[in-house]
């Protein structure tokens, strides 16, 4: 995990988060990220909204170390990985409340792009000062 600080989310697993063997379906956990990423944002930003761009996830991977099941709390450790001209990296940390144990570790990338979405810029200044400002 990075040096830089970390944010928390919770959330319950429903139910229909599960697949037919009773765990976490994998696809769901990319969900579960996003939330977090979101709810992290909401906490950085005051806002939905990325000042100056439009962001697009471009890589997520998820590394799965342990089942989760139905009305099991996980809490979801958010950070800023890295910053670079056009990319940030996220980093997340999935751990089961009750017990500490890691449920899985997780990056996304996201990239700035012009409001059309069809052209990467960088990461303009006001974001990028909001993002390092929690460093």
């Given at each position: ?11 319950v697993?429903?139910?229909?988060d ?13 969900t ?25 996830v471009?890589h997520?991977?998820?590394d799965?170390?342990?089942p ?6 996980l ?7 890295r ?12 751990l ?8 899985a570790?997780g990056k996304t990338?996201?990239v700035t792009?012009d409001?059309?979405?069809?052209t ?16």
């Amino acid at each position: 995990m990075s040096d830089t600080p970390v944010f928390t989310h919770r959330l319950v697993v429903r139910f229909a988060d599960c697949d037919l063997l009773g765990h976490v379906n994998n696809a769901v956990y990319f969900t579960y990220l996003e939330q977090a990423r979101i709810a992290w944002w909401r906490h950085v930003a005051g806002d939905d909204r990325f000042p100056g761009a439009n962001t697009v996830v471009v890589h997520a991977e998820c590394d799965y170390r342990a089942p989760a099941f139905p009305h099991e709390e996980l809490e979801i450790r958010v950070w800023l990985d890295r910053i670079g001209r056009s990319s940030v990296a996220i980093g997340y940390e999935i751990l089961n409340v009750a017990t500490a144990q890691v449920v899985a570790h997780g990056k996304t990338i996201s990239v700035t792009v012009d409001p059309t979405g069809r052209t990467t810029i960088p990461v303009p200044d006001d974001a990028r000062a909001l993002l390092l400002g929690g460093r």
